[in-house]
Structures are given as C-alpha cells and as structure tokens.
T-cell receptor
C-alpha cells in the first residue's frame, strides 16, 4: 500500500522567506505526483503536476522537484507572501488512484 | 469556466435517509472520482470511473454507490446514511490516469 508522508505538519514563516515543503512516498512505481493547495473550507486547487519521467516543474514562484528512486518530492515557494497561507497537499498517482499526504499547513506572517 | 460543480454545498441529513450528491464537469474528462476528507484521516477514495459506463471501488466504498451514465455526471448515493458518513465529500476529474486532476469545491455532509 502506498504511504505518503508530509513533513512538517505545520510551518510558520515571516513574509519574504522561502518555503520548503517535503513529501515522501513508499512505492516509487508512480505515474505522476501532484501538488495541491487547500484554503480553509474550500476545495483543492492544483498547483503543479510532475510526471514520473520529469525531475522538476516550475510555475511562477513555485518549483517542485521529484526524485522517484528515493521516493521524495519538494515544493519550493520563493519569497512567501501572506496570501500563500494555506494547507499544501501532495498526491501520488498509481493507475486510477491518487494517494494523498496529510498536508503541511503554512502560515506566512506579515 | 465552471470546471467541476458539486451540489449541494452543505446538507444536514437524518440517519437512515437516502441522499445523492451531485457532480458535473464540463471539461470532457474521461476519469472521475469521489473522495471524502476527514480530520486526521486525510483524503480517501470512495469510488472512481475511468470512462462513461464503468465504475470501480476505492479504499472506502461501503455504504456508497455511484453511476456514470454519461461523461459529465458522476453522482454519489448514500442508500441509508449513518453518522460515520459525516464528512466533506469532493468530486474530482482528470483526462486520464496520467493527467492533472481537478477538484470541486466540496459538499459538507452532516448525518445526525
């Protein structure tokens, strides 16, 4: 069974600092890995999708890396802003199933 | 641009009642999914469909049923609701199993 772990569970940083969010998974036979953002009481917003053959993916201030062989992905958010405060979830895909981590709740202090 | 629409947004339901959560997508995605999100347990897959006319069971299918009569709609039915089905339910879709997944805004269901 695929296990997805996100550490830390919560993170508080001052505005302007770079954020580093970690995701690890136990089974490296994945199709892809996707990072999501979830605001309180809202749905999941897709941030980045990395295919299993890719090493990284970038979108604006966001950069995600993938090391499939070691079962790890890292999401970097540059120059954090208060609006980045949310819960960030990673999910790995094998066949039909997306397996989610529990998320990292980020607070960016103004 | 609607994406995925779920209805209702929230519902309080008496135990033993039947309830259908609706999900419609306008992206012509082949694959659709139902997840529930619970504090401490994260997101768990209930049922999925990889194309119209086919469905499959996820991690926690008991007490739930789905149908996929066409590409756009994927309703989730609770035949006889129980309090343990109190949760936030998310519908999702993707073009295939190797493409980006998109989620609806969720239905908050309370069974009393």
């Amino acid at each position: 069974k695929q296990e997805v772990t996100q550490i830390p569970a919560a993170l508080s940083v001052p505005e302007g600092e770079n954020l580093v969010l970690n995701c690890s998974f136990t089974d490296s036979a994945i199709y892809n890995l996707q990072w999501f953002r979830q605001d309180p009481g809202k749905g999941l917003t897709s941030l980045l999708l990395i295919q299993s053959s890719q090493r990284e993916q970038t979108s604006g201030r966001l950069n995600a890396s993938l090391d499939k062989s070691s079962g790890r992905s890292t999401l970097y958010i540059a120059a954090s802003q208060p609006g980045d405060s949310a819960t960030y979830l990673c999910a790995v895909r094998v066949d039909y199933k997306l397996s989610f981590g529990a998320g990292t709740t980020v607070t960016v202090r103004a | 641009i609607a994406g995925i629409t779920q209805a209702p947004t929230s519902q309080i339901l008496a135990a033993g009642r039947r309830m259908t959560l609706r999900c419609t997508q306008d992206m012509r995605h082949n694959a659709m999914y139902w997840y529930r999100q619970d504090l401490g347990l994260g997101l768990r897959l209930i049922h999925y469909s990889n194309t119209a006319g086919t469905t499959g069971k996820g991690e926690v299918p008991d007490g739930y049923s789905v149908s996929r009569a066409n590409t756009d709609d994927f309703p989730l039915t609770l035949a006889s609701a129980v309090p343990s089905q109190t949760s936030v339910y998310f519908c999702a879709s993707s073009g295939g199993f190797n493409t980006e997944a998109f989620f609806g805004q969720g239905t908050r269901l309370t069974v009393v």
